[in-house]
Nanobody, 120 residues
Framework: VQLVESGGGLVQAGGSLRLSCAAS????????MGWFRQAPGKERELVAA????????YYADSVKGRFTISKDNAKNTVYLQMSALKPEDTAVYYC??????????????WGQGTQVTVSS
């Protein structure tokens, strides 16, 4: 499985960005995709996830109402639309995938991620 993140950048507080994660080699069904982020000096955290086949979503409390995860089945791409960005959203953002019956701690093939920097 190959995951390629893109779409990060520098944005002012209150602004928006859309991240993309293009995936190849994923199973046909039965998996979840998620967006994680890691800020300097902090642990990596899950911010949003989606069950691919049914579209059920999860959001961390810190991003609820501001971030939206979505998918394009035809393009095998998952997106993270980020709005009302805050300086504390500054981090490297990574996408990940797991089988639906696994925990996120089983994923260990982290890519380079995409840097999001929110200025105040």
């Amino acid at each position: 499985v190959q995951l390629v993140e893109s779409g990060g950048g520098l944005v002012q507080a209150g602004g928006s960005l859309r991240l993309s994660c293009a995936a190849s080699g994923l199973p046909f069904i039965g998996y979840k995709m998620g967006w994680f982020r890691q800020a300097p000096g902090k642990e990596r955290e899950l911010v949003a996830a989606i069950k691919w086949s049914v579209g059920v979503t999860y959001y961390a409390d810190s991003v609820k109402g501001r971030f939206t995860i979505s998918k394009d089945n035809a393009k095998n791409t998952v997106y993270l639309q980020m709005s009302a960005l805050k300086p504390e959203d500054t981090a490297v953002y990574y996408c990940a995938w797991i089988l639906a019956n696994q925990g996120w701690d089983t994923f260990d093939s982290w890519g380079q991620g995409t840097q999001v920097t929110v200025s105040s």
